[in-house]
């Protein structure tokens, strides 16, 4: 999130963050985004008017984009139906593998590592209603090493996800913007 930010103030993406959108107002997430100064919509996913209230503050927030970082959450069908192939996501893995529910943070490179694969790194891709399953917009990758815990071979990939996420941002926007 911190990187979209960032690249979006220093013009390498051609947008700007409206809004963050987090469980917790005191999440590390809510608070860097304030430093950022960017506005934060605290937002309970298990409250009974969740679908209706998030669709609410993206429209009044006027949202064209939405990047899910570190959001644990499936969106509700009427967030994805109204922003159609505008929703990203980022995946600490090499999609098709190692994807869908449960595999999130130490998770994925504990199965990478487990599987023997030499290669990992990340995926930008396109949500769809099911898990990790949208098209991909752009991948990243790193090796595994022979000696890598889950916890290095985090920091890697989270060097590379802080590269690809505003790369492919920037490139869908481009590509969306139409003839100038």
Known sequence: MAALIEACHARK??????????PKADSPAAIRAEELGVAVSVLSAKSETYSDDLAQVLAQSEVE????????????????????????????????????????????HEAVIHAGETESGCTVHIVTEEYDEGPIVLQLRCPVLPEDSPETLAERVLKLEHEAYPRALNGVIESNAGPA
């Open 13 to 22: 993406v051609p947008a700007e963050i409206v809004l963050v959108v987090s």
């Open 65 to 108: 984009w939405i990047c899910l970082a570190g959001y644990m959450t499936k969106l509700p069908g009427n967030v994805l139906a109204s922003y159609p192939a505008r929703v990203l996501n980022i995946h600490p893995a090499l999609l098709p593998k190692f994807g869908g529910k449960g595999m999130y943070g130490h998770h994925v």
